[in-house]
Structures are given as structure tokens and as C-alpha cells.
């Protein structure tokens, strides 16, 4: 029997744990699979396979210096016996504790290969990342048997940034159960209402600040005066939950901004709505954009390169400089990136956000050129599918 462990933090809300999940629930029956957590109650995502736990404090609400380091060592110990004791074929170690600690704890005894999910240059590092994960980061990973970027772009970066041979390092991008989306996009959650009459604007990722939904609130200002019955819903859960219910108060938005929290079928309120924005800051490869595309939905990003232009520009230079202005691309549409400063209160729009506000009512005023992009979301879906991309694992896995 061969064996896979998988190492985590969590199977709950998040682009790399719904990455795995997808992986895992898809990967070939005759592999025994173990997921190494933080706590066995992390769990929203489907798996298959053995849950293992390392029996920590939920992470959500203790993300110091001091916990990361209590993960990061007692993760390590247990790879080591894990690696030891259970035969593993290989160990896939999935954002940057886990695949620390799947790099210490050693390659004796199975392969390591560890998933890089973000682009280091662009990624605006809070205190905690600077003084713990950084260092360990620049001189641990280089050590890895493989590493697998989930784009093109951290691909040529971690290259560039720590001179990774061509041999040891691959992009697989994520993949999708398109079928499955399309069958939840559906199926009606519980309690779920839409009022009719209006024209619904959906965003879906963590409330954080890598995300930019306060750009967006902002900008929905602009949408909402030319087009009253705009309504932006969005999905997530984070810390920064109440600063944005704070701004949407500020702006009197309450009737046409709502966060929905988290929602384990995100696709039914995707698939109803007029148009997918994502505001973010910065990303790896962003599964709420690919999972809109899933949907059929018409789609405005940001051009935060690593990601956004893979899934919505394939043709356009990955490495090329920022966009300027909205700027329609093969499969949706492009706008700058936001400054990323969070304004204490109603300060003018900033270019960046009025070009998005722009790119959302071209999207909900131009009944044409939504249908089409609509048609363009559903091509570019048949391009994601997750049988493919588990493929592309094994044969990782299998390489020498």
C-alpha cells in the first residue's frame, strides 16, 4: 500500500486548506492518505483519509510569536515519529509552518515536498512573519526534495530569490471539481435569500487585510450612486470582520453591503450574482476566482499578477508591469491594484478604487458584454478540472 501524509494547519476556511481538500478527495484509492492538523476541529472542508491532531489551541484567535513557535516545534517532533514509524511514501507539507517543519524534521525516512502558496517579494509580511517565519523560510526551504509553487510567477521568484535548481522545483496550479460547483451553484443554502430586483455584486475570501474588501467597500460607494440597486455580498470570516462593518456604517451602506460570514456553499451566492470581484492585495493562485469562473460568473480582479493574469490573462506577461487602467483581458477583467492604506474615514476615492468601481459597472450596465464574459468563464472553467492536476502530483511524487 503506498502512503501519503498530508500536513496542514487546518481544513477550515482558506484558499490552500480548500487546495488540499481538493487534492485529498480526489487522489487515487489505492494511497492511504493521513492529515496531520492542528486540531481535529479545524475541520470545514471535506477530506478522505485519516485525520491526525497535534492538539493545539484553536490558531485562529492566537497568532503570536510564541505560538507560532509552539507549532512550529511540536509539528516538527511528530513529522519525525510519523516519518519514522509509518512508512510514508512521502510527506506534502502545505503553507509555512507546516512545510518548515516537514523540512527539519528530515527526508530519512520518506520524500518531502513542500507547496508554496504565495509570492514572498509581493507579500506585505506583518511582525510575526518577519521575526519567526522569514529566516526560517530563506534558509530551510531550499532544502526541500521538491517544491511545489502553485503558479508560474512564485515559480520564477523562488528561483530568483533563493537560485532553486530548474530540477527541484515545479508550478502545479490548483484544480477543481467543476462539476461539483456546478452542482452546488444549485442547490439553495438553508435560510438563504436574495431579494429580487436587485443586481448582485459577490466577493468570497478571509477578512483580512491580503484581501483589500475595504478597497472595495469604498469603491462600491461609486457603483451604488449610478446604479441603486447594486448589492455587494461578502463572504468570509477574519479579523478584520469589524473594521468593515465599521466602514459600511460610516458610508450608510447597510442596505447594500452585508457580510455573510462564512458559508460552506459560497457557489449558489457566486452563481447568482451579476459579477465576482477580487480586491486583493496580493495572492498565490486565488481559488474564489477560479471557483467563479466554475460558476459562469463575469469576473474583475485586481492585477496582483500572481494568480489574477494566470487565470484571466494566460496570454499577457506573467512578470510584466502592474496595469494602469481597467483593462479587459481574455477571460474577465483587470483593474490596478489598491494602495492597501486603510482610511479612518471618508476620504476622496482613490484612483485605484474608482477604476474598480468602473470595471463592476461596465460589467452590471453592459448586458453584452456581460453574456460574454459569462461564456468566457465557462471556457476558461473547462481548463481547471482537479483529475488533471492530481495527476500532475503523482507524478511529483514518483519523480527521483
Known amino acids: 500500500m503506498k502512503k501519503v501524509l498530508f500536513s496542514i494547519a487546518s481544513l477550515y476556511d482558506g484558499g490552500a486548506e480548500r487546495a488540499l481538500s481538493n487534492i485529498v478527495t480526489h487522489f487515487p484509492n489505492d494511497w492511504e492518505i493521513d492529515i496531520l492538523l492542528n486540531n481535529e476541529r479545524l475541520i470545514e472542508y471535506p477530506y478522505k483519509g485519516n485525520i491526525l491532531s497535534l492538539s493545539l489551541p484553536d490558531f485562529r484567535n492566537r497568532k503570536t510569536p510564541i505560538y507560532f513557535c509552539r507549532e512550529l516545534i511540536k509539528r516538527t517532533c511528530v513529522l519525525r515519529k510519523l516519518k519514522k514509524n509509518n512508512h510514508y511514501n512521502v510527506c506534502i507539507s502545505f503553507l509555512d509552518s507546516s512545510n518548515i517543519a516537514n523540512v527539519l524534521s528530515g527526508n530519512k525516512y520518506c520524500k518531502t515536498i513542500i507547496s508554496m502558496r504565495l509570492n514572498m517579494t509581493s507579500k506585505k509580511s506583518g511582525l510575526l512573519y518577519r521575526i519567526s517565519a522569514f529566516p526560517l523560510i530563506n534558509f530551510v526551504y531550499r532544502h526541500a526534495d521538491k517544491i511545489v509553487t502553485v503558479s508560474r510567477e512564485i515559480e520564477q521568484d ?96 447597510e442596505k447594500h453591503i452585508y457580510l455573510l460570514g462564512f458559508q460552506s456553499n459560497p457557489f449558489w451566492y457566486i452563481a447568482q450574482a451579476e ?24 469576473c474583475v480582479a485586481t492585477d496582483f499578477h500572481s494568480g489574477a493574469r494566470e487565470l484571466l490573462a494566460p496570454e499577457m506577461d506573467i512578470m510584466g ?30 484612483t485605484a478604487e474608482r477604476k474598480l468601481a468602473d470595471a463592476i459597472l461596465m460589467l452590471l450596465k453592459d448586458k453584452e458584454k456581460n453574456q460574454y464574459y459569462r461564456k468566457q468563464s465557462e471556457n476558461r472553467s473547462n481548463t481547471l478540472g482537479i483529475a488533471s492536476i492530481v495527476q500532475d502530483w503523482l507524478r511529483v511524487i514518483s519523480e527521483k
Open 275 to 298: 459579477v465576482f470581484v477580487l480586491p486583493s492585495m496580493y495572492e498565490g493562485f486565488p481559488n474564489s476566482l477560479a471557483e467563479a469562473l466554475c460558476c459562469k460568473v463575469p
Open 321 to 350: 508591469k502592474p496595469i494602469k487602467k481597467v483593462t479587459e483581458v481574455q477571460y474577465g477583467i483587470l483593474t490596478p491594484v489598491c494602495s492597501g492604506v486603510m482610511y479612518k474615514g471618508t476620504e476622496p476615492l482613490e
Open 158 to 253: 523562488m528561483r530568483a530569490r533563493y537560485h532553486i535548481p530548474a530540477k527541484r522545483i515545479t508550478t502545479i496550479v490548483n484544480g477543481y471539481d467543476v462539476a461539483e460547483i456546478q452542482n452546488n451553484a444549485q442547490n439553495r443554502p438553508e435560510g438563504a435569500k436574495l431579494p429580487k430586483g436587485k443586481k448582485w455584486v459577490v466577493t468570497v475570501g478571509r477578512l483580512d487585510s491580503q484581501k483589500g474588501q475595504w478597497h472595495l467597500i469604498r469603491a462600491f460607494t461609486k457603483v451604488v450612486e449610478q446604479e441603486p440597486e447594486a448589492v455587494l455580498l461578502i463572504i468570509g470570516t477574519g479579523e478584520c470582520r469589524q473594521m468593515l462593518k465599521r466602514m459600511i456604517h460610516l458610508f450608510k451602506m
